[in-house]
């Protein structure tokens, strides 16, 4: 095999380093408007990227304190008595009907005729 | 190097100037190599260079392996030299050994010298293939390893073997018999 390198070195671009940097300047100059565009770009992302985690931190505590505001309203509403008591005072019941409703059942033989005692003057 | 190569692709990505120098410095010459082993003329090699420079810098973000940035790049570098030569076979008939020279530039003694071997070497290198032009550009003058060069060729290690042995020979059989006939 032919194993000896070539003197290429003429053919080198670097040979002439006042050479060589005119090509690299050429190219870097231009890249710049590129270069420029993506370093803009880059910004912008950075500002929404800044102020991201701020406005997410105050969503999530929005989010918190809206949950928590919801979920007393909801006990609120489980504890209030049931509205029953009030019906039979409204419509004037006694005592044995009342009774009744509250242990949501219907009266027996016994209990008509005890209420009917009581009624009776 | 790979690793210098992707924090490099990466800042450039953002817009680091001093990133893109660095990605130009570093591959360049192996650049230069590729374009001129397709074209065989140094000032259209030194365009598609920077064409090809600006177009990876466009399309940095389709660079899906930045660590492997360098051979990336010398697609691009191939692909704009090979169109550039067929626009240039479309537009022009000259043979290209009419045109080798680097246009503009002022040559005095040792650069004249220089210059002269540089067209010879140009001129002996038009009777040789492509690859074998790549093997002995990329080995010969970027001290590339035969694997890389093998890697770049898409060819077999052994193959880019041959390649640079059949080069170096018809090379210095060429530049030989130029010699014995100015002798």
């Not at chain 1, 409204?90 to 016994?110: D, Y």
């Not at chain 2, 290198?125 to 790549?134: D, I, N, T, V």
């Not at chain 2, 060729?153 to 080069?167: H, I, K, N």
């Amino acid at each position: 095999m032919d194993e000896h390198p070539i003197d290429l070195s003429p053919l080198c671009p670097a040979a002439d380093p006042d050479h060589w940097e005119r090509m690299i300047k050429a190219i870097t100059t231009a890249a710049a408007p590129e270069l420029a565009r993506r370093a803009a770009a880059r910004s912008v992302f950075a500002v929404i990227g800044h102020w991201l985690r701020p406005a997410l931190a105050a969503g999530i505590v929005l989010a918190a304190a809206s949950a928590a505001t919801l979920s007393l309203v909801d006990r609120e509403v489980e504890i209030q008595p049931t509205p029953t008591a009030g019906l039979e005072e409204a419509l004037e019941l006694g005592e044995p009907v009342s009774l009744w409703l509250m242990e949501n059942r219907a009266p027996t033989t016994s209990d008509l005729l005890l209420a009917l005692e009581r009624e009776a003057p | 190097m790979r690793d210098a190569d992707a924090r490099l692709v990466e800042r450039a990505r953002a817009g680091d100037a001093s990133a893109f120098e660095q990605l130009v410095r570093r591959h360049l010459r192996a650049a230069y190599a590729v374009a001129l082993s397709v074209l065989r003329e140094p000032a259209d090699a030194e365009d598609v260079c920077q064409d090809a420079f600006l177009t990876a810098l466009e399309r940095l973000e389709e660079c899906k392996r930045p660590d492997r940035f360098g051979a990336w790049l010398l697609q691009i570098v191939r692909n704009r030299a090979l169109n550039l030569r067929r626009a240039q076979s479309v537009r022009s008939a000259l043979p290209l050994e009419n045109v080798v020279g680097m246009a503009g530039r002022n040559d005095t003694g040792q650069q004249a010298e220089r210059s002269e071997l540089r067209d010879r070497l140009l001129a002996a290198m038009e009777h040789l293939s492509y690859p074998q032009r790549a093997a002995l550009l990329l080995h010969d003058l970027e001290g590339w390893r035969h694997r890389e060069v093998a890697a770049h060729l898409g060819v077999p290690e052994s193959t880019a073997r041959a390649y640079l042995f059949q080069a170096r020979r018809r090379l210095r059989a060429r530049l030989g018999a130029e010699l014995m006939e100015e002798g």
